[in-house]
């Protein structure tokens, strides 16, 4: 697999930047999970310019997910690359305004936002991104007596033949199709037919465009564009029921795979994907849907803006965790299979479990030239744990070594939990050869802050 360019092997060592994977180690314990700023930077310019190019019909805009990694001082990052944001709900919605992103930038989505949620996005001209008949009219109680206009679009479900695909998410072999049906969010055509009836009727909200968002199901691009072609053909049954209304904006969500992405790869018989499209050949493809679906149905792509969600590619890359070997040891009954036990658990990588994932590792203190060794690498808490199932690694891998999982910058973090006890790592940015934490280790007393004993049960 070939390292993300923040990523380099000098005398043996993995470096992050300018700093070895080892000085993060020993400087903040492990395990840790680890960001590079610079590769945050990159990856995020070199989406946006990939869709500027692709785009040049309208404005073109990158809102990456917030959920992907909610450590603030990455949104900063973001916010000094001028990007803006999806956020799910209130409380997403609340932490990326409080870091200074443009609001006029910001989608509320979420299938189930709350009056105050939407109250919020009302109040700083963020796009209401509705997902449901409900929401329409709390969006329009709220604005009938005056004030600030709601913006707002409408969240449609993808559709389209080529979702009869095969999805990476299944290990049942589910087609796209299945899954997405599966999904709740967006609306029904007729129902988005009628809410946008009533929206344009009511003088008080502004319908400003549609959204669809297919989640990270595949990296095939005939699926992608079949999808935005879709959604085109919605938008033209919407139009024809409301006097011929044209969006301004088509957001076309995230769910774009990152280079060597883990999800999917822990299926067993499904090999090593493909690598993914570039974010050139991906933007260009939806980009050139979009414009000749426009065309087909007669509207005119010019000055029509553009924005897509990634979240996944964003963040991904830019992530390492950083665990040591705790323990290697031997079945008795598989003595051909061993364990090499790590201080991190599956409970802080939740995608091995909910998304089949498989990050890349790699052994980040030392080049050993010992042959290979089939092992499970495992995590230390009491389940199964097994982080990767029948890797290779050095057969004189020993306790104290340092093992780097990459491409964990987008949704690891963000999954942690508790189980077992264990308090949550640190995050810390790298930026050249500055190390920074961004967001402290729990304690372990923290775990526990929570809890109240009624006084009755402790005798006193
Ligand atoms: C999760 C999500 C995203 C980001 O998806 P990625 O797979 O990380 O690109 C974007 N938009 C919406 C609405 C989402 O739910």
Partial sequence: MPLHEHLSFRDGELFLDEVSAGQIARE?????????????????????????????????????????????????????????????????????????VDPARVSLNGTNKSEGAI?????????????????????????SSGGRPALVRLRLRPGGETLAGPSDFSDRGDSIAELAAAYRPGFALADAERAARSIVDSGSARLVGTHVHLGRHTTSLSTWSGVVSDHVRQIARISAVCGGWRPAEIDLGGGYAERGSPVGQAIVGRGAAPEPPSPERYTQVVAQALRAGMRQHG?????????????????????????????????????????VELDTTEQFLADV??????????????????PGVPVDLTGSSCGFDIIAAGVTVPGDIAPGDLVALLNTGAYVETQT???????????????????????????????????????RLTGR
């Avoid at 700083?124 to 409900?134: A, C, E, K, N, Y």
Wanted: hydrophobic content about 40%; proline content about 7%; overall charge positive.
């Fill in 28 to 100: 903040f314990g492990t395990p840790v999970f680890a960001v590079s700023e610079t590769q945050l930077r990159r990856d995020t310019r070199r989406w946006t310019k990939a869709l500027e190019d692709a785009w040049p019909d309208g404005p073109a805009a990158l809102l990456p997910a917030f959920k992907a990694n909610t450590c603030l001082a990455l949104r900063h990052v973001l916010n000094g690359e001028g990007v803006g944001c999806d956020t799910f709900g209130e409380h997403e919605l609340r932490a990326a305004l409080s870091t200074g």
């Fill in 119 to 143: 109250r919020l996005a009302i109040e700083h001209g963020v796009r209401i991104t509705l997902d449901s008949p409900r929401e329409v009219e709390t969006v329009l109680a709220l604005t």
């Fill in 299 to 339: 509207f005119d792509s010019k000055g029509v803006a553009l924005q897509l969600e990634p979240g996944r590619a964003v963040y991904g890359p830019a992530g390492v965790h950083l665990t040591r070997v705790v323990s290697v040891r031997r079945s008795p009954e598989r003595p051909d299979r061993q364990w």
């Fill in 353 to 370: 479990v909910l998304e089949h994932a498989r990050y890349p590792f790699v052994l980040a203190n030392r080049v050993s030239a010992a």
């Fill in 417 to 455: 939990t508790n189980f077992n006890a264990f308090p949550r790592p640190a995050t810390v940015l790298v930026s050249g050869d500055l190390v920074e934490v961004i967001r402290r280790a729990e304690t372990p007393a923290e775990v526990f802050a929570r809890d109240r004993i009624p006084a």
